[in-house]
């Protein structure tokens, strides 16, 4: 009769429960007898049998703790940029999903996704570049970019993408790690010293 594949689809705001197989459908299973042309002998279906569920699910939500991240960038002198589009170099760092409830036991078809949206909190000049916090003391003529590791695009400012592809849905597995980098560049025809401080929201969709 061949294989079968029965999966829960999340339509809406996981809640957490238990899932009760007698709350599941019932559905039946039909066959036709065909002619040796290929024709169904009289269209009538024959009930080959049906399936229920007994037992239950746990139904845990996917939650995680992100703590706030600080990037040290290091220190640059003004003459370290040349000209508007000169850059620092890259400097590593991780967001970090720590405590994720582990996956249970059992057999995963599909892999889980995940997207992270990154906003500016002091705006974005360009699409792919954020402005730097203002005041007294800070510095002018630079912003800011950055871009997962080992990939040569910039991330887009508001725009959801996917971070790390497929997650795998490995047993215990409780911490996810998302690999970034972070530069400055020179926006402005003149860069003055001063403290370049910057700061970005982050938000992470797991279905």
């Given at each position: 009769?061949?294989?079968?594949?029965?999966?829960?689809?999340?339509?809406?705001?996981?809640?957490?429960?238990?899932?009760?197989?007698?709350?599941?459908?019932?559905?039946?299973?039909?066959?036709?007898?065909?002619k040796s042309d290929g024709t169904p002998y009289d269209g009538k279906k024959i009930t080959m049998g049906s399936v229920s569920f007994s037992g239950s699910v746990n139904i845990i939500p996917f939650t995680c703790q992100t703590p706030d991240v600080v990037v040290p960038m290091g220190n640059y002198k003004t003459t370290d940029f040349t000209g508007v589009g000169s850059t620092s170099q890259w400097v590593d760092f991780n967001i970090e999903l720590d405590n994720c409830p582990g996956?249970?036991?059992?057999?995963?078809?599909?892999?889980?996704?995940?997207?992270?949206?990154?906003?500016?909190?002091?705006?974005?000049?360009?699409?792919?570049?954020?402005?730097?916090?203002?005041?007294?003391?800070?510095?002018?003529?630079?912003?800011?970019?950055?871009?997962?590791?080992?990939?040569?695009?910039?991330?887009t400012m508001g725009t959801a993408f996917d971070p790390l592809g497929p997650v795998t849905g490995n047993t215990g597995v409780t911490q996810l790690r998302i690999p970034l980098q972070a530069r400055y560049i020179q926006s402005g025809g003149q860069v003055t010293p001063g403290l370049a401080e910057s700061a970005l929201t982050f938000t992470i969709n797991y279905y």
């Open positions: 009769m061949g294989a079968y594949y029965i999966a829960l689809v999340n339509g809406s705001l996981l809640q957490p429960g238990v899932l009760l197989g007698s709350d599941l459908p019932t559905f039946g299973i039909y066959g036709m007898i065909y996956n249970y036991p059992g057999y995963f078809q599909a892999k889980n996704q995940m997207s992270l949206l990154i906003n500016p909190v002091y705006g974005n000049p360009t699409p792919d570049s954020f402005s730097l916090k203002a005041g007294t003391g800070s510095a002018t003529g630079i912003d800011m970019q950055i871009r997962k590791q080992n990939d040569t695009s910039l991330i």
